[in-house]
Structures are given as C-alpha cells and as structure tokens.
C-alpha cells in the first residue's frame, strides 16, 4: 500500500520522463547530430577538403600539442597538491583548497586576460624578464598550454583527493615501517590504489584542454598556422563562410570528446568493482 | 634492554597524550602496553615506531639512538589495528613486500615468503588478495609481513580489537606460541586486561600519559601499585572502606565468623555459567569502625562472585542474611579516589 502511495500517476510519470528526455534531446543530442549531419551531407568530400587543408591541419596538430602538454602539466602537479591537500597539514591549506577551484568559476576570458596581463613581453611583471630571455609567453604556444592547464586544473585534483582521503594513510605506514622510502610508498602503494581516480582525472582534463576555446582565444592571438588551435579554427572559418571545413573540425573535436566519455564509462564499472 | 624510552613527551594541540614517560623494555619479551583509550598507550607505540614524533625525550631501539630517525630505518615490524593489507597485492606479494624493497635474491624472498605463510597457517591462501580474506586471516598476513623483514622489535597495536571474541581468543593463543617460536622482543597494545594477562611476560600499565605500574602480570595482579591499576586489572567493590576482589571474598550464613565481617542480605543473584555474582547489601552495622557505616545504599552494596558448587552448598538464594569478610591473602586497598 505504501509504494503503491509513493508512486506516481502513470501519466505523470510518463510525462516527467519525456520531459528529461526532450530537455536533453534537444540541448545536447539534436544540435550534436546536425553537425554530424552537415559533416557527412557530400559523404567524405568535406572531411577530405578539410583534412586538406594546412590551417585545419597545423590548428590539429597544435590542439594536440597544447592539451597534452596541458594533461602532462596536470596530472603531475594534480597528483602532488592532492597529496600535499590530504596527507599533509600546513597554514592556508584551506585556501589553497578553495584557489584551486577558482578555475571552475572564473570565466575562461578572465583567465587569458589575466596570464596577458602578467606575462607580455612588454608591461607584465614576469613577460619582462621571459623576453629579456628569449622565451615568449603570449601569443605562443607555452602561454596557451599555461590558459588550458590553468582552466583544467581542478579536474585531476578533484578526482584523486577524496580517494586518497578514503584509502586512508595506514598503508603507506605499513610501507614506511617495512622499509620503503617515501618514493618507494608513493610508487608502489599509493599509486596503485588511486590509479583509476588518476585515470578518470586525466580523461576529463583531455577532454576539458581539446574543447578550450576563450582562455587560448585571448592568450594566442589567434594567428593562423601559428597559434590557431582546432576550436578557433572551427569559428574563424564558420565566420569565413568555410562551413563545411567548419563542421568537419567540429565533427572531430566532438568525436574526440566522445571517445572521451567513452573511456570514461569504461572505467566506471571497473572503478566501482575494484573498491568493493 | 632492548627498547629504552627516556623522558618522552608528547601533546596533541592543547591534549597531553604522554608526559616524561621513561620505560625500558628487555630483549625478547612479550610485553604489553595496557591502559584505557585515550591514556596514551597507542602513542607511545608509535612514538617507538618512528610513526610519530615526541616532543621532547629519547628513544634508544636496541642501544641505537632512533629519537630522530625515519621509521623504515628502524627496523621494526609494525602491525595496526586494521590491518593495513596493501589492498592490491595478493597474500604472498604482501609478506614480500619488505623482502623486495630490501632487494632481496627473488629465490630466498620466496623461501622465507613460503616459510611465513606455513608458520601463519596462510599457505594455501597466497595468491588471494586480501579482501578474499577473513579477519583473523588478514591480521596474521599483516603478522606475518611485520616478521618477514626479521625486525628487531615487533609493535602491535591492538593487534585483536577489530576482530570478534572467539577470534580474539584464538588468535591471542596463537601469538602467545608464535613469540615461544619466535623470540622476536614484542610489544602490543591492548584495552583488553584479560589479552595483557593472558598473553604478555610484562604489563605497562599507562594512564592518562604516565605509567601507572610496570611489572609481570602476577605481581600486578596481586599487588597492584595504586586503585587505578586495581580496578583496570579486574573487577573491583568496596568492602568496609576498602577496594577488594569480588571472588576475595568470604561469604557464610549461620552466624559471624572470628574477625572483622560485614553483616548484610543478598538483594540480587546472577548465574553466568560456572559462576555465580551476588549483590549484598550490608545491614546498618559495623563491626569493625563501629557504627561508622551508613545504611543501605547503591554505594554500598557489596559485589561477590563464588562458583556454583559453593553457592549451592551454602544454600544461597535472594533474601539470604550473609557474612562477608576478605579470605585470606586477599588484594585490598583503601579507597582514595572514586571508582
């Protein structure tokens, strides 16, 4: 009697169902499946052109480098800061926590605004001496990995901190007190025990650092063959009445992000099986 | 000695968890830290440990100075409550664990690996990962990794409390013949004063960071050094102003025995198997301070445990009139602060 109470009218039920799945239908899937569509609509030639043309090409390679570098870049000082957040305490380890989720809230724009502010060569603090240098920052590819790894930051963080602080430090005790250093431990212990929260991390910030478009869109210039990553090259050749080069970028970067959330659900289970 | 603890003290934050605690612990003993939670014990283990510093003071492992060092120079087996399996490694990979961090030859790190598992009865459960395991089972893999470094000390901390009572016990034994085997200096941590009785060769009993009392178990059992240690040893009343036994006391009917004895009527009788628990609640007279004893009062009331042959043969029952007095070479002391 009480589940039948509990329960909602047929109609209802049926009608909050279609409504979540129009909601996303049309957010997410429709807009999604058109650029599919406007991809394949002369079968591959517009893959083809695009995949021939130099822009589109350099604008791949490019994205590749920077988001790679921008993983690399996180997944090491990711690892880090989580184990310094959860294993270790120290003044303003509460702020440093919140610091690191200021990327999920500032605007990607701000974020390049300000890496130009501090790093151009000709007024910020640090641009300065990096020119006297000879190392460019801004409108290069180091400043952009900087606004991608800047924007993906929390992701890794966010993922191994509350799996570290699950686990628990006895292990890595035991491991000290049977001889192991601390590398040792951090290798052979811990390491293995948040692989998947690290695996996962790494995912979501690959996909984060491919879609990248404001943050970069300030820090590069915007340059063609140059510092024109696969996300700008997607709207400057829309705006170029170049769409089917458009859509057929679009195409990729979206099918990059769904292997993505592919790999991602592969994960998943495995994650969930290997805690219990 | 084997362990030497000098002056060590310890807080954490505004909590004093040890002050100037000075302990020697002798070579090759079964030793056993006992007191209640929160009095220090566990910390002082790890202190031994390396797992955590001391404020202040020295602790010298085997005439080395090891205050300052790094628990994996130490050389000491550590075995935690929970058991602290590595979760991803199989039974055997485990108990290797130091062996290959040592870089040990693979073909004598799986020969002691081997010899372990057989002396922990875990042989056939090698290629299981842990959480395949009971318990008990991972408690004595988690022994049996201490032990596979060949550790100068072996610490224990509260080796047994997560486990259930028939486990406890088992495994209580179990280590209690393993150290005969082994020989390895020990110390273990416990709440429990039956585990500390039972199993150690020397009992430290630690409370509220100071140690109470050190001695063998005999010697705190029948003279204990203050009404703490009295009272955490085993179950204590009070009998005419002063702590005694419940099973250190004499109980017959018909009429007074020579000497000092209480005078009272049984107002509760509990059977637990073999024996059997009396509560007497004495009458308004004294024979000894003269009519200094107040009446019946929850304060009062005697507790008494006899075992049941001696109850029936006395013909005990609830609303019995009972003489109570110490039997001879009972425990007892006077009463200084509450219990």
Redesign the interface.
Known sequence: MASARLREPTPVRWGLRLLAIGYVFLLVLWPVSLVVKYTFADGLTALTTALGDPDVIHALELTAVVALSAVAINLVFGVWMSILLVRFDFPGKRALSALIDLPLSVSPVVVGLALVLAYNPRTGLFGQHLDAAGIEVIFSTPGMVMATAFVALPLVIREVVPVLSEIGD??E?????????AL?TFR??TL??IKWAVVYGVVLTLARSLGEFGAVKVVSGNIVQQTQTATLVVESKYQGFDQATAYSTAFLLAAASVVCIVVVSLLRPSESRDES | MSIEIKNVNKNFGDFVALRDVSLDIPTGQLTALLGPSGGGKSTLLRIV???ESADSGSVHIEGKEATHL???K?????V?Q?Y?????MTVAKNVA??LE??KRPKAETQRRVEELLELVHLSQFAHRLPSQLSGGQRQRM?LA??L??EPTVLLLDEPFGALDAKVRKELRDWLRRLHDEVHVTTVFVTHDQEEALEVADEIVVINDGRIEQVGPPDELYDAPANDFVMSFLGAVTRLDGRLIRPHDIDVSVGGPPSGSSVHGTISRMLRIGFEVRLTVEPARTSTAAGGEVAGPGAQDEVAVVLTRSHARALDLEVGSRVWLAPNRGATMMPVIRAV
């Open positions: 006895e292990q005790q035991a491991s000290r007190s049977l001889g192991a250093n040792q052979r212990i293995p025990s | 440990a390396g797992l790094p628990p994996q130490r050389n000491v087996g550590f935690f929970h602290a399996a590595f979760k991803h664990y130091g961090i040592r988690a990794r201490a596979a470094v």
